[in-house]
């Protein structure tokens, strides 16, 4: 998350950040990996005319971020060194009557689903503090959904620091709040969601039926291929390489085969993870030192459990690999607000050289199936 949204401060030449853009025919046809892509998108031979787009899309978007007056004051990341954007971040963080709606009107998103930002509380050492926050944090969304029920839904925050705890919050906020799932901002305290110490949580999900959004947070330590470099330590690249990790710990533990029935969400296209499912199959397969059943590789673990949002990627060419490698009911259009731009998410998605059947899927459709909305 690098960008915040600026297009309710007027546009025209002071608009920090990118601008809304529009794919042309003459675009498309520079496109190589998404247009090789175009039959496995189901896209017919009138692509150029069909990937402008000019009839707005419901949407639906899954990564929108709030915080509370007590989160904001120490579990709110800040990725700019620029005090000026960071005030607008902030300012647009603990707003739901105006500044939100507005850029969600202009953008044409229909529903936002709301989740504490990063770190929130899993950047708490105290458990008791961190069960407290989550439980206020919920509760104000709740109250907030409950104003506009049509235009905001919510992911629960959980107190991850005690997954007994972590547990009954979830079961409190998807059975009493009506919320649609738990988003969590990766590692707390060190512990990795694969851990044992998990399990009270992963077996109330799975009772419940509802996904887990999977979010980048602070890394607990900073490796020595950061030392010197700390621009690569936070969302340029360290927060992919651990949400990323930390999916695969998922896989590779075994979580799956304790749980079968989980769905987990992964933004940002993924982290990465739809490009690299050969070298996972193949490498896997030669640490083990033998072939596996199709189903039993890494690739077809992750295909079985896991979908992505497009959340701050706005690039057709990883589209359009995602759809190719994850299938078209597995991406899900979403922004990542208030730190990318949504007008320039909105466009980006209306444009992209998708099908029209595909763009509803990745705009509203499979988000509605899965959260069940």
């Not at 297009?7 to 002071?14: A, E, L, M, S």
């Not at 709110?76 to 060194?81: I, N, R």
């Not at 009506?178 to 799975?206: C, S």
């Not at 007008?343 to 444009?351: G, M, V, Y």
Request: a negative charge; aromatic letters at 8%; proline letters at 6%.
């Amino acid at each position: 998350m690098e960008l915040l949204d600026n297009q309710t401060h007027g546009g025209g030449d002071d608009m920090i950040g990118p601008h809304p853009v529009d794919f042309s025919r003459r675009d498309l046809m520079t496109m190589g990996p998404a247009i090789a892509a175009a039959q496995v998108l189901g896209m017919s031979q009138g692509l150029g005319e069909e990937a402008k787009a000019t009839a707005r899309t419901r949407k639906i978007a899954l990564e929108e971020h709030f915080t509370t007056p007590e989160l904001g004051k120490k579990f709110v990341a800040k990725p700019t060194k620029s005090e000026k954007l960071f005030a607008d971040i902030d300012r647009r963080l603990i707003d739901f009557e105006q500044l939100r709606l507005e850029t969600m009107d202009k953008a044409g998103i229909d529903l936002a689903v709301l989740s504490v930002t990063t770190p929130g509380v899993q950047g708490e050492k105290d458990t008791k503090t961190a069960i407290r926050l989550t439980r206020d944090a919920n509760d104000l969304l709740a109250r907030e959904v409950q104003k506009r029920p049509r235009r905001y839904a919510g992911f629960a925050h959980l107190p991850t620091q005690d997954a007994s705890a972590a547990a009954a919050e979830l079961e409190r906020a998807v059975q009493q709040l009506g919320f649609k799932g738990a988003l969590i901002n990766g590692q707390t305290n060190g512990h990795y969601l694969d851990e044992d110490m998990y399990l009270p949580l992963w077996e109330r999900v799975q009772d419940l039926d509802v996904p887990v959004y999977l979010h980048p947070g602070e890394l607990p330590d900073h490796p020595a291929m950061f030392a010197g470099h700390p621009e690569l330590d936070g969302p340029i690249w360290g927060w992919t390489a651990d949400t990323g990790a930390h999916a695969l710990r998922l896989v590779f533990a075994g979580t799956f085969k304790r749980f079968p029935k989980l769905k987990i969400i992964l933004g940002h296209m993924g982290e990465t993870l739809p490009y690299l499912l050969w070298r996972f199959d193949s490498r896997w397969q030669l640490e083990l030192g033998e072939d596996l059943p199709r189903d039993a590789l890494p690739s077809a673990i992750i295909k079985r459990h896991f979908v992505i949002t497009t959340s701050g990627v706005c690039d057709p060419n990883p589209l359009a690999g995602a759809i190719a490698a994850l299938g078209e009911d597995s991406v899900m259009f979403s922004v990542d607000y208030p730190y990318e731009d949504t007008q320039t998410a909105a466009a980006f998605i209306e444009s992209a050289p998708i099908s029209e059947a595909v763009r509803a899927k990745v705009c509203h459709g499979t988000a509605e199936r899965i959260l069940r909305l």
